[in-house]
């Protein structure tokens, strides 16, 4: 019983890992409706949304640094925008991980819930064109807004055991108007920071299982790096649409688990 659940567990941490270096995203809005719904479909032992939030917070952090480790080799990350949202994303996030502790797990489900649908509404937004990739010295943005985002959604991503990447890559593509391919590995460096400190959270506070978040990040760190790969020579539409649908998809079964 205990190989099959390790073996379960690898193998979705290469799933999340995948995602989370093609597209930017931890890999948490992926990785909790895996968590929770796929073991027992194996036969193995079901988990619960703390144990989840737990496991999430070591392998969003690892998945942000493998995923961001990719990236930077191909200059996609904009050092400024990942300061600016990356900071009060880290603060406001060890704040919420910390207070989670005090939550129960209802409540931290219809939180992300919450996170997801706000997401999937902004991914169903028309996208701003783009011809070409802009060029990092070329990228402007609002530096206030940029905060405010970071304080909002780190918050929230404490709370959840997320980076948040799945809510502010929405926030970057539209209220921000940052280039997709940019945004995507800008929020993989944002992610670090943001889910760093929800794992130094979830540890200080004795939420993480440590066994079995190992085995999720064994795959995660295959994943993220095939991944972080492939998103070089996948068009811009396409990582947009993949995006949208996981997003999307994630939230509408949530929200039926919470009805």
């Known amino acids: 019983m205990e ?17 989370s ?15 929770l719904y796929v073991p027992p479909l ?19 952090f690892v998945g942000a640094l493998t995923g961001a480790v990719g990236h930077h080799r191909y200059k996609r990350i904009h050092l400024g925008l990942a300061l600016h949202l990356g900071v009060p994303m880290a603060i406001t ?40 990739d802009v060029p990092l010295e070329e990228v402007a943005f609002s530096r206030s807004l940029a905060v405010l985002v970071g304080v909002v959604i780190g918050t929230l991503s404490g709370i959840v055991g997320q980076g948040g990447a799945f809510l502010f890559i929405p926030a970057m ?8 391919r940019v945004a995507i590995g800008t929020a993989l ?23 079995w978040s190992l085995a999720v990040v064994a795959g995660v760190v295959i994943g993220a790096q095939l991944g972080s790969r492939l998103s070089q020579y996948t068009p811009r539409t ?19 688990e919470i009805v």
Do not use: H
């Not at 947009?240 to 996981?246: F, G, M, P, S």
């Open 42 to 60: 194996f036969g193995v032992t079901a988990l619960g949304m703390k144990v989840v939030a737990g496991m999430t917070a070591v392998q969003s």
């Open 93 to 132: 996030s060890l704040v919420g991980s910390m207070a989670s502790k005090y939550l129960s797990d209802t409540v931290i489900l219809i939180v992300f819930a919450a996170m997801a649908l706000a997401a999937a509404l902004l991914m169903l937004a028309p996208p701003r064109a783009e011809s070409t």
């Open 21 to 35: 270096g093609l597209l930017g995203i931890g890999g948490g809005i992926l990785m909790v409706p895996l968590l």
């Open 238 to 256: 396409v990582l947009r649409e993949i995006l949208a649908v996981i997003i999307t998809g994630s939230a509408i079964k949530i929200c039926l």
């Open 189 to 211: 460096a944002v992610g670090i920071a943001a889910s760093g400190a929800v794992f130094l959270g979830r540890v200080g506070t004795d939420q993480i299982p440590w066994g």
């Open 3 to 19: 190989f099959a659940l390790y073996s379960t567990l690898f193998g979705l941490g290469f799933v999340g890992g995948l995602f």
């Open 173 to 180: 593509l539209l209220l921000l108007q940052i280039p997709t």
